[in-house]
Antibody, heavy 123, light 107 residues
Framework: QVQLQESGPGLVKPSETLSLTCAVS?????????WGWIRQPPGKGPVWIGS???????YYNPSLKSRVTISVDTSKNQFSLNLNSVTAADTAVYYC????????????????WGQGTLVTVSS | DIQMTQSPSTLSASVGDRVTMTCRAS??????LAWYQQKPGKAPKLLIY???SLESGVPSRFSGSASGTEFTLTISSLQPDDFATYYC?????????FGQGTKVEIK
């Protein structure tokens, strides 16, 4: 059974960098698939932040691209999110998820999710 | 960017009702449309992928269909466990976008 677990600080100060890690168990990141970060502001719908392939290729939401870095550590079977220059608008529950698909080379939907971690941006 | 518009934003229904909600894409997304169910304090749960394929373990009362850029999620007979918020999500060329959700409330 694939399991994902987010970890990182629950409180970040404005202008600083938000850093989260997603540990994957029950499945090897090196086996393939994309791995993604999604956030959900309070009372709103989910927003895709970015995704990474096991090889390290990354894809980012254009609205966040200038501030986001996603990386993968296959030796630890985990991937990470860095979001810099945060403001109160970045307060949200952050989820990591596996991106899966049925057609060769396509990764179209998120089938396994972490439980989510609330990150609050406040001084 | 492709925008996803869900309607209605809130739906009031009773146990046993047939419930239908819609998601419209701003441009073609082929069949790459998924539906998720989310309950308060929980992560979204995948229900339907590729517009009409039922995820393993999801009850057969859930079904999805597509017509052009309009996608529909139907619950054939609403159960108490189905009161939740439902989100659609599209994929197009390494970009993923969610709708704003339809909340299914008890009538």
């Amino acid at each position: 059974q694939v399991q994902l677990q987010e970890s990182g600080p629950g409180l970040v100060k404005p202008s600083e960098t938000l850093s989260l890690t997603c540990a994957v168990s029950g499945y090897s990141i090196s086996s393939g698939d994309h791995w993604g970060w999604i956030r959900q502001p309070p009372g709103k719908g989910p927003v895709w932040i970015g995704s990474i392939y096991h090889s390290g290729s990354t894809y980012y939401n254009p609205s966040l691209k200038s501030r986001v870095t996603i990386s993968v550590d296959t030796s630890k079977n985990q991937f990470s999110l860095n979001l810099n220059s945060v403001t109160a608008a970045d307060t949200a529950v952050y989820y990591c998820a596996r991106v899966s698909g049925t057609a060769a080379g396509t990764y179209t939907h998120f089938d396994y999710w972490g439980q989510g971690t609330l990150v609050t941006v406040s001084s | 960017d492709i925008q996803m518009t869900q309607s209605p934003s809130t739906l009031s229904a009773s146990v046993g009702d047939r419930v239908t909600m819609t998601c419209r894409a701003s441009q073609s997304v082929s069949r790459w449309l998924a539906w998720y169910q989310q309950k308060p304090g929980k992560a979204p749960k995948l229900l339907i992928y590729d517009a009409s394929s039922l995820e393993s373990g999801v009850p057969s009362r859930f079904s999805g269909s597509a017509s052009g850029t309009e996608f529909t999620l139907t619950i054939s007979s609403l159960q108490p466990d189905d009161f939740a918020t439902y989100y659609c999500q599209q994929y197009n060329t390494f970009s993923w976008t969610f709708g704003q959700g339809t909340k299914v409330e008890i009538k």
